[in-house]
């Protein structure tokens, strides 16, 4: 079966850097024609997409991200990380991992990211 597991969260102060890594196990050979999407869900929001990159290695970010956070991904690896610099108390939130393959979604149980001021 497929599973999804982020790590690196933590607790920074505002202007610090996190790298999240999230790891998808049980994908076979089709981890590279996934498309991954990081998401964040802060306290009594909805949760909204942060980044995402296709399978043929597009990227697209959010605009309350762009020019701080990068997405990345290794195919040998069957990962897919999220740089995050300059980072402000609002991107406190937990941080998901998706794969979609296909129709298909694998979620990840989520990654704590708390920014102080």
């Known amino acids: 079966q497929v599973q999804v597991v982020e790590s690196g969260g933590g607790l920074v102060q505002a202007g610090g850097s996190l790298r999240l890594s999230c790891t998808v196990s049980g994908s076979g050979p089709y981890f590279r024609i996934s498309d991954m999407r990081w998401y964040r869900q802060a306290p009594g929001k909805q949760r909204e997409l942060v980044a995402a990159i296709t399978r043929e290695n597009n990227v697209n970010y959010a605009d309350f991200v762009k020019g701080r956070f990068t997405i990345s991904r290794d195919n040998a690896k069957n990962t897919v990380s999220l740089q995050m610099n300059s980072l402000k108390p609002e991107d406190t939130a937990v941080y998901y991992c998706?794969?979609?393959?296909?129709?298909?979604?694998?979620w990840g149980q989520g990654t704590q990211v708390t920014v102080s001021s």
């Open positions: 998706n794969r979609r393959l296909g129709s298909d979604d694998f």
